[in-house]
């Protein structure tokens, strides 16, 4: 597709030559959205543009960009989302006569207009100083948070090159006003990717600078509350990561050593306590770079460096043997089965036509849910036209 011919916002018609593409891109329902920056050293006239393109309809560009010159989408985490709308942070821009777009927060509509006014946009009132300074607000881009209890609890979290995290209304972002929270928690500028996460002790916010990762709590109440929790060494400059065994319990805060160590490390999302601290020999990476951060899928976490995709897995988890139960094809023809085994634990489900295939060429289904404690059910929806199909189960 050529954007060039097809996206344009307003007046100004998208212009690749001068445009970096550094963030992440985004699935949001029907819609793939980009984001785009400029490069390095700032060259040639740039905005910070999101293009979306429909997935169905492909030759369609739809296009938002800031007024402003510059105002770069830089942050390494792309757009954001509330499953709906798109959110964006851009970084400082040229805008001697009045704000028009740079260090902002926006709140986007599906089709990347701005409908609500002042409630669908932020800066802060200091966005002058941030652009002479250089000091993006958009350098660690947009993170959804959603604090029970607290008032708004539905939170836009920023953190930019000034050193600072913000705390917006989601709802009502406001315009150019001061935020609902502000805390200085950098000692250098925040340029990694941030994270979010909720345990039974409350919602955190955890991010990378100078080579540690730092978890701050978000407080319940009104205003919502930032408090620095802990801190430990990741080790270099990627971007964290958040697992847990089954999306409530068991945070753990994942990083590692980009640049440097090379090594993965992990700790307690409440308490900062290590659990895996980069292993041995077989665990050293190469050609790690900073910003990025890592995958969890399968029950593996895979990290891509130069030319190499480095995977990891947890220790062998204890399993029964697993004799499939309960076999049944539903009204619908897809076809459901279930199996009892250890409590938490990690089922893959693999599916052929051709039992004499190598199983290196079988198809991957998804995962086994665990229905209640230690009884697992898996559904496949795709069966409707095969005569005959063959399943396996396995653990990572």
């Known amino acids: 597709m050529d954007v060039n011919s097809t996206a344009q916002f307003g007046t100004v018609h998208f212009v690749s030559l001068a445009q970096g593409e550094r963030g992440a891109l985004a699935v949001i329902g029907t819609n793939l959205y980009v984001p785009f920056g400029g490069l390095y050293g700032d060259c040639g006239t740039y905005y910070g543009w999101v293009l979306g393109i429909p997935l169905n309809g492909p030759a369609t560009v739809m296009a938002w960009a800031t007024t402003a010159k510059q105002g770069g989408i830089w942050g390494v985490s792309g757009v954001a989302s509330d499953g709906v709308d798109p959110f964006v942070a851009t970084g400082n821009a040229d805008e001697p006569s009045g704000w028009a777009g740079g260090d902002g927060v926006f709140h986007l509509q599906p089709n990347l207009v701005l409908t609500n006014g002042i409630s669908d946009y932020w800066a802060p009132t200091n966005w002058l100083s941030l652009d002479t300074g250089d000091l993006d607000l958009g350098s660690s881009g947009v993170l959804l948070v959603d604090v029970p209890g607290a008032t708004p609890s539905n939170l836009v979290a920023v953190l930019g090159k000034d050193k600072n995290i913000y705390l917006l209304n989601q709802t009502d972002l406001g315009g150019v006003t001061a935020p609902v929270a502000k805390m200085t928690v950098g000692s250098s500028p925040i340029i990694q990717a941030a994270a979010t996460y909720s345990t039974a002790?409350?919602?955190?916010?955890?991010?990378?600078?100078?080579?540690?990762?730092?978890?701050?709590?978000?407080?319940?109440?009104?205003?919502?509350?930032?408090?620095?929790?802990?801190?430990?060494?990741?080790?270099?400059?990627?971007?964290?990561?958040?697992?847990?065994?089954?999306?409530?319990?068991?945070?753990?805060?994942?990083?590692?050593?980009?640049?440097?160590t090379q090594r993965l490390y992990s700790f307690n999302g409440d308490t900062g306590s290590a659990i895996f601290t980069g292993g041995g020999t077989n665990e050293l990476m190469a050609g790690t770079h900073r910003f990025s951060t890592a995958i969890v899928a399968r029950g593996r976490i895979y990290v891509g460096t130069d030319n190499k995709i480095y995977a990891f897995g947890a220790p062998g988890q204890t399993v029964t043997s697993i004799n499939l139960t309960n076999a049944v094809i539903l009204p619908d023809s897809s076809f459901q089965f279930s199996f009892t085994n250890v409590t938490g634990a990690l089922f893959n489900v693999f599916s052929t036509t051709n039992l004499s295939?190598?199983?290196?060429?079988?198809?991957?289904?998804?995962?086994?849910a665990e229905i209640s404690s230690g009884q697992f059910q898996f559904t496949d929806t795709s069966t409707t036209n095969s005569p005959e199909r063959f399943y396996t189960v396995v653990t990572p």
């Open 201 to 260: 002790l409350g919602t955190y916010v955890v991010f990378a600078n100078g080579g540690d990762l730092h978890a701050l709590r978000i407080g319940a109440s009104n205003p919502p509350t930032i408090t620095p929790v802990w801190t430990e060494s990741e080790g270099g400059a990627g971007s964290p990561f958040v697992t847990s065994t089954d999306g409530t319990n068991n945070m753990i805060v994942w990083g590692y050593g980009a640049e440097n």
């Open 357 to 368: 295939e190598s199983f290196t060429n079988w198809n991957w289904l998804g995962e086994a």
